[in-house]
């Protein structure tokens, strides 16, 4: 029985030091992995945001690049006919879009969902309007018409998008 007491005198404290270090330990690991996934992740965010707001930068540029009343005053030509201009226009859309069709990866699922409806709003203008007129008239009569189109609706597709980019970008500094 003595021996026994003995060992648990040596052994007693022994083990609540041991525990104690065990314990001190996993709290200090898990504050260290802490402490690193917080460094990691703000080197990342410092990298990172430079490129969301160029993505935002360029899919504004682009949603100005095919809104119907600038693609009209670039594209347009006296020369034209109708069913030219149509076919300007689309192509315009088209190559424009799929020249920064990356930049999804840098905004949210929400705001590229409102720039592809903005483009399929502005090509629906477009091929609506077309339909009004003979394919062999004018340019510039599918232009006009387009614009006063345009100016029928209470807010521009491309303008809709381009305010919910500019909000989007505003919560990335909040």
């Known amino acids: 029985m003595e021996v026994l007491l003995e060992?648990?005198?040596y052994t007693v404290p022994s083990l609540v030091v041991?525990?104690?270090?065990?314990?001190?330990?996993?709290?200090?690991?898990?504050n260290e992995e802490s402490r690193r996934k917080s460094e990691f992740n703000m080197h990342i965010s410092d990298e990172i945001l430079p490129v969301r707001l160029q993505a935002y930068e360029r899919s504004i540029l682009l949603l100005e690049r095919i809104s119907p009343e600038s693609m009209?005053?670039?594209?347009?030509?006296?020369?034209?006919?109708?069913?030219?201009?149509?076919?300007?226009?689309?192509?315009?859309?088209t190559s424009e879009?799929?020249?920064?069709?990356?930049?999804?990866?840098?905004?949210?699922?929400?705001?590229?969902?409102?720039?592809?409806?903005?483009?399929?709003?502005?090509i629906n203008l477009i091929n609506d309007t077309a339909k009004e007129v003979n394919p062999d008239?004018?340019?510039?009569?599918l232009g006009k018409l387009m614009l006063e189109r345009l100016t029928e609706l209470k807010s521009p597709p491309t303008q809709t998008a381009i305010d919910f980019l500019k909000q989007e970008v505003k919560t990335l500094f909040l």
């Open 7 to 9: 060992i648990l005198k």
């Open 18 to 30: 041991f525990f104690t270090v065990l314990v001190m330990m996993r709290n200090w690991t898990k």
């Open 72 to 93: 009209i005053m670039r594209l347009s030509r006296n020369d034209y006919t109708a069913r030219q201009l149509v076919k300007e226009l689309l192509t315009n859309i």
């Open 97 to 122: 879009f799929d020249h920064n069709i990356a930049q999804q990866t840098y905004m949210s699922i929400e705001a590229w969902e409102k720039m592809k409806a903005a483009k399929n709003q502005v």
């Open 137 to 141: 008239a004018k340019g510039t009569t």
